[in-house]
């Protein structure tokens, strides 16, 4: 069984080295990449949800936010205060950028 859990682990550190490395570098091109999602559906998506079950939620927290899009979304057009975090600082960067009132943190969901 010793054996297993440190297979098991070594794993786990080879998918968080994945998820960190996935998007390094790609801030600037991610939102032609994505240029395809419908971020101002998907949001109106999110802000119901949010609201039929939670109605007297004000706050969101974006969960791998990427570049920030949905929190734009979500302040801009359903009055939402969001914050987000990802793991790459250059989507980040682009993040706080489209996004200014939200606070923005490099950090793993994961952890």
């Known amino acids: 069984m010793g054996g297993d859990s440190r297979h098991v682990e070594h794993g786990f550190e080879i998918a968080a080295a994945l998820r960190t490395e996935m998007f390094r570098g790609s801030a600037e091109i991610y939102d032609a990449i994505y240029s395809f999602k419908d971020y101002a559906v998907e949001s109106a998506q999110v802000a119901g949800l949010v609201r039929a079950l939670h109605p007297e939620a004000r706050t969101v927290l974006d969960i791998a ?10 302040a801009g057009n359903h009055g939402f205060e969001v914050d987000g975090l990802d793991l790459d600082a250059g989507l980040l960067r682009v993040a706080r950028e489209k996004h200014p009132p939200g606070r923005f943190f490099q950090a793993d969901m994961s952890e």
């Not at 936010?65 to 979500?74: I, K, N, P, Q």
Request: hydrophobic content about 20%.
């Open 65 to 74: 936010c990427g570049t920030g899009e949905h929190a734009r979304h979500l």
